[in-house]
Nanobody, 111 residues
């Protein structure tokens, strides 16, 4: 199990962009399953992006074409680039690698 620390959240106006980072305490090379989830107030946690190797990534319909996940194995870091943000993207975003979860980072999008 690795320790995960997310960063990059914040407050942005609709149409803006943010890039989330998730740094792992150890090597992530052995992990195929890496993902970003989010949880809005009063809602269940939902999968946003599953990040595989190369082109093997999948996204929720609600973020398809706007969000891009990536990984840098050399830096033990997973990213989520979020463009054209919408108010409905407001949530706490969590990184998940294997069975490990980060503490979450708040993203707030104003209209």
């Amino acid at each position: 199990q690795v320790q995960l620390v997310e960063s990059g959240g914040g407050f942005v106006q609709a149409g803006g962009s943010l890039r989330l980072s998730c740094v792992a305490s150890g090597s992530i090379l052995r992990f195929y399953n890496m993902a970003w989830y989010r949880q809005a107030p009063g809602k269940q946690r939902e999968l946003v992006a599953h990040i595989g190797y190369g082109a093997g990534s999948n996204y929720a319909d609600s973020v398809q074409g706007r969000f891009t996940g990536s990984r840098d194995n050399a830096k033990n870091t997973v990213y989520l680039q979020m463009n054209n943000l919408k108010p409905e993207d407001t949530a706490v975003y969590y990184c998940n690698i294997g069975t490990s979860w980060g503490q979450g980072t708040q993203v707030t999008v104003s209209s």
